[in-house]
């Protein structure tokens, strides 16, 4: 069964750092692109950050540019997003979604499996 499973997420005070992870079971992330995003209550989910398959291209929406670092290693079969610097208005629940696609990623395409989510939350 494929799967997809975020870890890391937490509360923290403004300023500080987290590393999400999303492992995947029951497929190889090696022919897939990965995405984060977030939902914050009462918000729609926005794209946060992707990763191409090999890992050689990385898009960042505005608002993370900077800030988040996303990274992958298909050994472990593990996608990560460094956050630093965090805000409050990051918080929300991060999801990672794959994207079976080479070469590339995008924020804005249709990814076919999802993870439950992560929370991040900001506050002093």
């Known amino acids: 069964q494929e799967q997809l499973a975020e870890s890391g997420g937490g509360l923290v005070q403004p300023g500080s750092s987290l590393r999400l992870s999303c492992a995947a079971s029951?497929?190889?992330?090696?022919?897939?692109?990965i995405g984060w995003f977030r939902q914050a209550p009462g918000k729609e989910r926005e794209g946060v950050s992707c990763i191409s398959n090999s890992g050689r291209t990385t898009l960042y929406a505005d608002a993370v540019k900077g800030r988040f670092t996303i990274s992958r290693d298909n050994a472990k079969n593990t996608v990560y997003l460094q956050m630093n610097s965090l805000k409050p208005g990051d918080t929300a629940v991060y999801y990672c979604a794959a994207d079976r696609i080479r070469g590339a990623c995008g924020l804005g395409r249709t990814y076919g499996y999802w993870g439950q989510g992560t929370q991040v939350t900001v506050s002093s």
């Open positions: 029951g497929f190889s992330l090696d022919y897939y692109a």
